[in-house]
């Protein structure tokens, strides 16, 4: 049985900690049972996001007219906006492989790890073992228990970003985030979309009034049924049909389409590790519990990324790794993450970004706050660029003016947060780090600037 001094699962930002701790003279393992890169790399972030930058430029000629521009006899070639995406991807996933399997330190080892002891695990029947552990295995889509689902087949997001052929009609169950994209690359590139979703607004994690706002336009383009629950699924030759329930009417309709998508959220891949022969404890959802070190119950053992449930995005999971890396090195002057002002985005059209709270969630907590609101449209460029529907919002604290929460619903939202992430991370956490710099006009981060200034009490 081999020993080294580290063993890491899953090659996402756990390759960031292996390759560094390997750098540092340490002996290390690294398992990965699929592509090098982990999810963002192969099945997420990476190709969701190359392949959206062709719907928004769909998006752009579509709408060229508005700006006095006429643009004819285009043609889409589907298949080559995906494989083009395929090609990166996969060349960058082999290159890492490649790279890994040029050096001694660390170790690859391809396959599916399990553990069989404390802190021992085995990959394609050879067992190795470590004093640590880093656990960053991951996540994968979650498929509901619908009647013939199973029977009938489907497609996840896992397969929707290698999809070949545009569908004519695609269904879509779920209405987060994964939903919303998938629904606006299809949908911008032709394809009609029907959007399942039990919730009675899509992206209901968001603040109310992005989801509220987001809803509606989603609505305007798409077949949005909201507070619909799908009970059965059935498949006769090419078409899909999805019999679905209005959750307070119990009214029944069948939706048919082509094509069949479940977007219902994650699931922590713990459940393929057997966890419980090394006695590492899980929480209902089945997230493996960790502490502000990144720790797991068994000493030694420690975990990040989605496979945590904290924040799952891949900036959360690099910026967990940077900790989890000085604390395995550094067992006697271990540093708390520091979560501050994490952001995420949804790279629909429009855009949205935030951070911090939602306004339900501090109305829930009876906490004084005050409103910072404007709309893109009052702003010199919002206005040559026509965006009519976007909007900035803030949640300041009543009394110390410090910034709870943002939310931006717009054009290049996923940019123009960042001048508030710095404010809440690196500045005093106050709208004064943003309403004392001179913002250049009429550039859209005026709409930061004049939402910061616009502040009001809300509504009881």
């Given at each position: 049985?081999?020993?080294?001094?580290?063993?890491?699962i899953?090659?996402?930002?756990?390759?960031d900690?292996a390759?560094?701790?390997?750098?540092?003279?340490?002996?290390?393992?690294i398992?990965?049972?699929?592509?090098?890169?982990?999810?963002?790399?192969?099945r997420?972030?990476?190709?969701?996001?190359?392949?959206?930058?062709?719907a928004?430029?769909?998006?752009a000629l579509?709408?060229?007219?508005?700006f006095?521009?006429?643009?004819?006899?285009?043609?889409?070639?589907?298949?080559?906006i995906?494989?083009?995406?395929?090609?990166?991807?996969?060349?960058?996933?082999?290159?890492?492989?490649?790279?890994?399997r040029?050096?001694?330190?660390?170790?690859?080892l391809?396959?599916?790890?399990?553990?069989?002891?404390?802190?021992?695990?085995?990959?394609?029947?050879?067992?190795?073992?470590?004093?640590?552990?880093?656990?960053?295995g991951?996540?994968?889509p979650?498929?509901?228990?619908?009647?013939?689902?199973?029977?009938?087949?489907?497609?996840?997001s896992d397969?929707?970003?290698?999809?070949?052929t545009?569908?004519q009609?695609?269904?879509?169950?779920g209405?987060?985030?994964?939903?919303?994209?998938?629904?606006?690359?299809?949908?911008?590139l032709?394809a009609?979309i029907?959007?399942?979703?039990?919730?009675?607004?899509?992206?209901p994690?968001?603040?109310?009034?992005?989801?509220?706002?987001?809803?509606h336009?989603?609505?305007?383009?798409?077949?949005?049924?909201t507070?619909?629950?799908?009970?059965?699924?059935?498949?006769?030759?090419?078409?899909?049909?999805?019999?679905?329930?209005?959750?307070?009417?119990?009214?029944?309709?069948?939706?048919?389409?082509d094509?069949?998508?479940?977007?219902?959220?994650?699931?922590?891949?713990?459940?393929?590790?057997d966890?419980?022969?090394?006695?590492?404890?899980?929480?209902?959802?089945?997230?493996?519990?960790?502490?502000e070190?990144l720790?797991t119950?068994?000493?030694?053992?420690?975990?990040l990324?989605?496979?945590?449930?904290?924040?799952?995005?891949?900036?959360?999971?690099?910026l967990?790794a940077?900790?989890a890396?000085?604390?395995?090195?550094?067992?006697d002057?271990?540093?708390?993450?520091?979560?501050?002002?994490?952001?995420?985005?949804v790279?629909?059209n429009?855009?949205?970004?935030g951070?911090?709270?939602?306004?339900?969630?501090l109305?829930?907590?009876g906490?004084?706050?005050?409103?910072?609101?404007?709309?893109?449209?009052d702003?010199?460029?919002?206005?040559a660029?026509?965006?009519?529907?976007?909007?900035?919002?803030?949640?300041?604290?009543?009394?110390?003016?410090?910034?709870?929460?943002?939310?931006?619903l717009?054009?290049?939202?996923?940019?123009l947060i960042?001048?508030?992430?710095?404010?809440?991370?690196?500045?005093?956490?106050?709208?004064?780090?943003?309403?004392?710099?001179?913002?250049?006009?009429?550039a859209?981060?005026?709409?930061?600037?004049?939402?910061?200034?616009?502040?009001?009490?809300?509504?009881?």
């Amino acid at each position: 049985m081999r020993e080294f001094d580290l063993i890491v699962i899953g090659s996402g930002s756990g390759l960031d900690v292996a390759v560094a701790v390997a750098q540092a003279g340490k002996s290390v393992a690294i398992i990965e049972k699929g592509p090098l890169g982990g999810t963002c790399l192969n099945r997420g972030c990476i190709p969701s996001k190359m392949l959206i930058h062709s719907a928004d430029i769909m998006e752009a000629l579509r709408s060229a007219h508005k700006f006095g521009i006429n643009v004819k006899d285009f043609e889409i070639d589907f298949r080559r906006i995906v494989r083009r995406v395929k090609d990166e991807v996969d060349r960058e996933s082999q290159e890492i492989e490649r790279n890994l399997r040029r050096v001694t330190n660390p170790v690859l080892l391809k396959g599916v790890g399990r553990f069989v002891d404390l802190k021992t695990l085995e990959v394609n029947g050879e067992r190795i073992r470590a004093e640590k552990i880093l656990i960053a295995g991951g996540s994968r889509p979650e498929v509901p228990n619908i009647p013939g689902l199973k029977e009938s087949g489907y497609i996840t997001s896992d397969e929707a970003l290698r999809l070949e052929t545009l569908p004519q009609t695609l269904t879509i169950l779920g209405g987060g985030y994964i939903a919303a994209e998938l629904a606006h690359f299809f949908g911008s590139l032709g394809a009609n979309i029907n959007i399942v979703q039990r919730r009675k607004i899509l992206l209901p994690n968001e603040d109310e009034s992005i989801s509220s706002k987001f809803t509606h336009i989603f609505s305007k383009k798409f077949n949005v049924l909201t507070g619909h629950a799908p009970i059965g699924v059935s498949r006769n030759g090419g078409i899909y049909e999805v019999k679905v329930e209005n959750i307070e009417t119990k009214e029944q309709r069948v939706i048919s389409s082509d094509q069949l998508l479940i977007a219902a959220g994650r699931v922590p891949n713990s459940d393929l590790l057997d966890l419980e022969r090394t006695g590492v404890k899980t929480d209902s959802r089945g997230f493996i519990i960790v502490d502000e070190y990144l720790r797991t119950n068994v000493d030694g053992i420690f975990a990040l990324g989605d496979i945590i449930g904290r924040y799952q995005f891949k900036h959360a999971a690099n910026l967990e790794a940077e900790y989890a890396y000085h604390n395995i090195m550094n067992p006697d002057a271990m540093v708390p993450v520091d979560y501050t002002a994490i952001p995420h985005a949804v790279f629909t059209n429009p855009q949205i970004a935030g951070v911090g709270k939602t306004e339900q969630e501090l109305r829930s907590k009876g906490a004084e706050y005050l409103i910072g609101f404007y709309r893109y449209a009052d702003t010199g460029m919002g206005n040559a660029i026509g965006d009519d529907e976007g909007f900035v919002k803030f949640l300041v604290d009543r009394k110390s003016g410090k910034i709870l929460g943002c939310h931006i619903l717009g054009h290049d939202a996923s940019v123009l947060i960042h001048e508030v992430l710095v404010a809440m991370k690196c500045g005093d956490g106050t709208l004064d780090n943003i309403r004392k710099v001179v913002h250049i006009h009429p550039a859209l981060s005026e709409v930061i600037d004049r939402a910061a200034a616009n502040l009001f009490k809300p509504l009881q």
